[in-house]
């Protein structure tokens, strides 16, 4: 009995892709889903999400801090 694939899909075009090492794409059904993906990349159309920096830093810096020496 021949082993079962497991079906995807693409999630550049929503087509069926097949998830196995002969499918070199995966995730993708074809080289030209995977080329669009990266270009979008490329261009920035998609980001990884970052939290924004405040202007002023967290710490306290009012007081200076006590030099460490040597015991």
């Known amino acids: 009995m021949a082993a079962k694939v497991t079906k995807v899909r693409c999630?550049?075009?929503?087509?069926?892709?097949?998830?196995s090492p002969e499918n070199k794409y995966r995730p993708?059904?074809?080289e030209r889903c995977?080329?669009?993906?990266?270009?979008?990349?490329?261009?920035e159309a998609y980001r990884v999400p970052v939290q924004e920096e405040t202007a002023e830093?967290?710490?306290?810096?009012s007081t200076p801090a006590k030099p460490h020496l040597p015991e």
Do not use: H
């Open 11 to 19: 999630p550049q075009c929503g087509g069926e892709a097949l998830w």
């Open 28 to 30: 993708f059904c074809s």
């Open 34 to 43: 995977k080329l669009i993906d990266l270009g979008a990349w490329a261009s």
């Open 57 to 61: 830093p967290s710490a306290d810096f």
